[in-house]
């Protein structure tokens, strides 16, 4: 892939947050999570990739973009060929109550390179650098608390865990609990959760629990640019999912996936740009005839990790798009 892309792809994930923070606190997801799809497609024809997307906004019949095995970008004999995995407003929830830690996100990665997670349910453990390679699936919850203490050089005491709250993680809270780690529980938005333990100054060690597994896919992408680990595993809800898992090559559905069959390869790009305000990121901010957006975007690669602030002349950018 092309350095260059980097670049390119934040400029996605810009026109993005910029369109949908217009709905904060509105109690309006559905058009939030559209204004983020608009821009999000508009600014894809401008970029010189040739990508597939193998986890977007739903099947063809779904959506009317971004739908997963859309082309997108601008091709050429000479472009890169690229998975694309969007999520064009991770917490339409969020930007709706106008609470925290919304995104705009993208990960690419080469040509078959990605799995094409089904839009179902994924357990999964999330972890920075110093506790790669300590957490398992197949542990307890208190071994892998105690694993990322002594990883991190901490008391268990010290730990905090992050868990979306929903009533399906009960007892994964009693058990954090009883093992004497701290929890934080969000709302929505497990992938800037997963993010997030890979960033001492967030305060967040591990993520544990069942959430979206092509959101799962997108914060693996992440965790390969920052050196973390994500490991998960698809929890199908009925015949047809478990079904559907197969096709994908899945000769075990329920089988544990660690990061080199959620994202293969050496190389991949992330990028992300606050909608609503984060431990990582902030939202974006309106100041009358600007707007200003604050972003990340890795390489695995290269593990460069850069923060961009970028200021928007909106005259320039009727539709808060510009391409």
Known sequence: MERSLTMELVRVTEAAALSSARWLGRGKKEEADDAATTAM????DTVPMDGVVVIGEGEM???????????????????PKVDVA???????????????????VIAIADRGNLLHAPDMYMEKIAVGPEAKGKVHLEATVKENLDAVAKALGKEIADVVAIVLDRPRHSKLIEEIREAGARIKLIS??????????????????????????????IAAVALKCLG?????????????????????????????LGM?????GDDAIFAATGVTDGELLRGVRFMGKTARTHSVVMRAKSGTVRFIEAEHR????PNLVIT
């Open 61 to 79: 019949d779904e959506a009317p973009m971004l739908y997963i095995g859309e082309r997108l970008g601008m091709p050429g004999p000479n472009v």
């Open 188 to 217: 929505d938005g497990d992938v800037s959760a997963a993010i997030n333990t890979a960033f001492p100054e967030t305060g967040v060690d591990i993520l544990f629990g069942i959430g979206g597994a092509p959101e799962g896919v």
């Open 41 to 44: 497609r508009a600014v894809f």
């Open 314 to 317: 909106l005259s320039t950018k």
């Open 228 to 256: 973390g680990e994500l490991i998960g595993r698809l929890k199908p809800a009925n015949e047809e999912e478990y079904e559907r898992c197969k096709k994908m090559g899945l000769s075990n559905p329920e089988q544990i």
């Open 260 to 264: 080199e069959d959620l994202v293969k």
């Open 86 to 104: 969007v999520d064009p407003l991770e917490g339409t929830n969020i930007v709706a109550k106008g609470t925290w830690n919304a995104l705009s």
